[in-house]
């Protein structure tokens, strides 16, 4: 199994706090060591760095930990390799564009028989079930919306169906990212955190670092942090319950479904 | 105007002296101060590092010169803005999938009248004319063609045919990859150099670098370099002329062709 992180911000805001205890997952204090990935989105813009090693060994992870990207929309992944090889095409998250913005999408699972479905346009480029269900609902979104929906609703109302049906072949812990919004879903695992005024120090769980967040942010930020499992040891997390779909926008949970 | 970098070789071969280089001209030894981007192809896989900002200051330029990524395709691209303002996502290369393989472009020139040319399928994220270009090709390729051709000669002949309609609009000097072969197009400036044994130190004309290519090699190795402006001040290199489309493979230039 992978691990999840994802951020949602009002402001540019970097993830080197968060970001720096989840790579001690990758192949030291976790055993994910088959690669890992991060994504930014800035503005329209979008960056994301890959390493297929361990990211606890990886200099392009120290790079990032130590250089601050300003981002309202991160999403990173880090992998334990079930099904694909080990190699830098399997390896989360996965972009492709649509509507003439950038989605990206990490996944934490596995997917029974989801090469059965069929594909239109997208077509994956390593092996993994992963990146196969990312893009047969890209797919499927094109095929209801040659535009992108006006309607903020009817998408979201359809990518939670189309993660419904995913979720019904295994476990399927995921999030997925347009330049805009953070659309994720639980099956067994994902818990969140809104950081927001009056801001304290949190602490990681996995590595002696704090950080006190009223040095770092001005009284109107808003962070939501979301993570397969939670980072600090000194804040409450909310654990999402089995077929939570939650959309996150600019820092804040915007709807949470059920199904 | 632009400056580019590709490189093509048999084996995984790094492209830190030719970056070390290239890097200089953004901002230093050129005046190309408005971002820059290098895509990595290692086998399927690709990756791709940006900033939006000039390569001589970049933290992300340092930490891709000293790091050794070892590839048998590369494009780089820094920026001097003409169409399109400066930040990421006017950045190159871009890069889209096609055929389940990622495709990777980067341009040089100015190209009059293009977004009059109607896409198909593909949409620009960011408002240059080089990306814009990019998206219409691919929605040719694939108009053309629904699965990956197995002739390589049907498209080389295809490719070759876009570049020269686009061409017409103004500047094309132009690098465009898939996973296996990069396609390139000169209208005013691209040259290029085949490194094989007997390896030869070779010297930068834009730093104070040198590398012995015969300690840094094997007696098989074949890459080739190609730039807008040699890199080099004591190799030969062979400048190309307007209208020639070449394409290159494993460190090979594989054909040559005029139009």
């Known amino acids: 199994m992978c691990e999840l992180l994802g951020m949602s911000a009002n402001v540019p805001t970097d993830i080197c706090f968060s970001f720096s205890g989840l790579i001690k997952r990758g192949g030291e204090t976790g055993s994910h060591k088959d690669g890992w990935g991060i994504a930014f989105y800035e503005g ?24 601050s990207i300003k981002s309202t ?17 399997n390896t989360h998250p996965f972009s492709r564009e649509l509507w003439g913005q950038v989605w990206s999408f990490a996944h934490n699972g596995q997917l ?35 535009n992108k929906p006006t309607s903020k609703v009817k998408l979201r109302k359809l990518i939670q169906t189309l993660y419904t049906e995913i979720a019904q072949l295994g476990v399927f812990n995921v999030l997925m990212g347009d330049a805009d919004n953070l659309y994720t879903y639980c099956t067994t695992k994902l818990s969140w955190l809104t950081r927001q005024a009056p801001f304290v120090e949190a602490k990681l769980l ?44 600019l820092g804040k949970k915007e709807f949470t479904g059920f199904g």
Chains 1, 2 share one sequence.
Not at 49 to 63: N, Q, R
Not at 214 to 241: C, F, G, H, Q, R
């Open 44 to 67: 329209k813009g979008y960056r994301s760095f890959h390493d297929p090693i361990a990211s606890a060994d990886s200099e392009v992870a120290k790079f990032i930990q130590q250089y």
């Open 73 to 89: 929309q991160v999403i990173c992944h880090i992998r334990k390799a079930n099904r694909g090889r080990v190699c830098l095409e």
């Open 112 to 146: 029974k028989g989801i090469k059965k479905k069929p594909l239109n346009g997208y077509l994956p480029i390593g092996t993994t079930d992963s990146e196969y269900a990312f893009c047969w609902m890209l797919g499927r979104l094109r095929a209801e919306f040659s």
């Open 206 to 249: 996995d590595a002696d670092i704090c950080v006190d967040f009223k040095k770092e942010t001005s009284s109107t930020d808003v962070v939501t942090v979301i993570a397969t499992e939670p980072l600090t040891s000194n804040e409450e997390w909310t654990k999402m319950v089995a077929g939570e779909f939650s959309v996150f926008c």
